[in-house]
Structures are given as C-alpha cells and as structure tokens.
C-alpha cells in the first residue's frame, strides 16, 4: 500500500534493519536547500529508525552551464569553507565565523593572522571530538580524521609548503559514505567529505563559443 500523505510523502515500508529486526522504512529527500549544505545537491535517503538504511545523491540542474565569469575557488579557500561548515553545524558558530572570516581575507590576498589561534581552539576541543567521533557510519567515514587532514593542509598552505589537493567524492559515491550513519549525523559527514557537487555541473556543461570547460 503506498497512499500519499501531504507535502508528497509516501507511507513507511517495513524491511529487516542491520540488526534482523522488521521496521518501517521511510524515504526522505535532503537538500537541495539547507543551512550548510552544498548548493543543488539532493540526497535521496531511506531510514529505518533514525539510522539511513541506504542513500542516493544527486545534483539539481547538472546540465546547466557555470555562469559567466564566476571565479574558481581554490582549494585553500574550500577548505576554509568545509572547515566553516563543519563547525557550524557542530554548534559552534564563534570559530565557524572566525573560520568565514580567514576565507574572505585569503580570498583578498591578505594575511590570516588568526589562523594558528582558531586551529589550536579546535583541536583542544574534547567535545568536538567526542561528537566527531559519534557520527562514524558503517561506511567508516572518519569525521574527525578528515577534519584533522583539512586542519594539515590548512597550516601547510600558510606556511607555503605544497600540499596535494584531497580526492573529493562526487554524488555517486556519498550513498556508501551515509549508509548506517544516524540521520542527526548527515549534514555533519556531508560537510566534512565536501562532496564534488560543482565537478558534476563543470564534467556536465556544453562550453559556449570561445570558453573552456571549467
């Protein structure tokens, strides 16, 4: 029985969970609009409980072209970003704007003076790690590991010293990343993977006279 229920929900299924127990499943769609959350990006999730039994991401408006004269946001920047976000939506939105803040000033070319004082905050932080250490899926994504690896780069770019840029994941790869996590946890493991979302737009956009593919 599927009967429609209002705003376009369906009612709850029934399947075995991770433990053998019969419950009911219910399919949720995330995004494309939420606080900290990668623009166009959807995440279509299937719950049992509050536990995601499976997910499938995708990107709205994939085909649409980068508008023009966007600039290209570097990876130094990104991970200022990702940083941001993370700390935000782990409730702690003093260090996420100091975090905005460093991006806008290396977006300008100045100096981040702060950066050394923010990093140290955070990794003093036991109840950031605790809460970091929460939210590991049965896909064995690493919050904290991977908040660590973005602090890294971020120290090594001020310092000038090369660093190679992260494998993002695209969409198709964020359904084995969210599987078997808590539903409270998924805007935390989607900020801390900082999903490819604009690589689907530039692998899927038709360059116009005279414009590269970004």
Request: charge should be negative; proline fraction near 10%.
């Amino acid at each position: 029985m599927n009967m429609p229920l209002p705003g376009g929900l369906s009612m709850a299924d029934v399947a075995d969970d991770r433990d053998g127990l019969a419950l009911d499943v219910l399919h949720l769609p995330l995004g494309p609009v939420l606080p900290e959350w990668p623009a166009g990006l959807v995440v279509d999730v299937a719950l049992q409980g509050d536990v995601i039994a499976s997910a499938a991401a995708r990107v709205l408006d994939a085909s649409e072209p980068y508008p023009p004269g966007r600039a290209r946001v570097t990876a130094a920047v990104r991970d200022l970003d990702a940083l941001a976000r993370i700390l935000a939506i782990a409730g702690w939105p003093g260090p996420a704007t100091r975090a905005r803040v460093l991006r806008d000033r290396l977006r300008r070319g100045e100096p981040m003076a702060d950066l050394a004082p923010l990093v140290r905050t955070i990794r003093r932080s036991k109840l950031l790690r605790l809460m970091l250490r929460d939210a590991v899926p049965s896909g064995g994504v690493d919050v904290a590991d991977l908040l660590e690896q973005r602090l890294l780069r971020i120290e090594a770019r001020a310092a000038g010293t090369p660093v190679d840029d992260p494998v993002r994941p695209g969409p198709a790869d964020l359904g084995a990343c969210l599987a078997g996590a808590e539903f409270a946890a998924a805007r935390l493991l989607i900020a801390a993977l900082d999903p490819d979302v604009d690589g689907v737009v530039a692998a899927t956009a038709t360059p116009g006279p005279g414009e590269e593919q970004r």
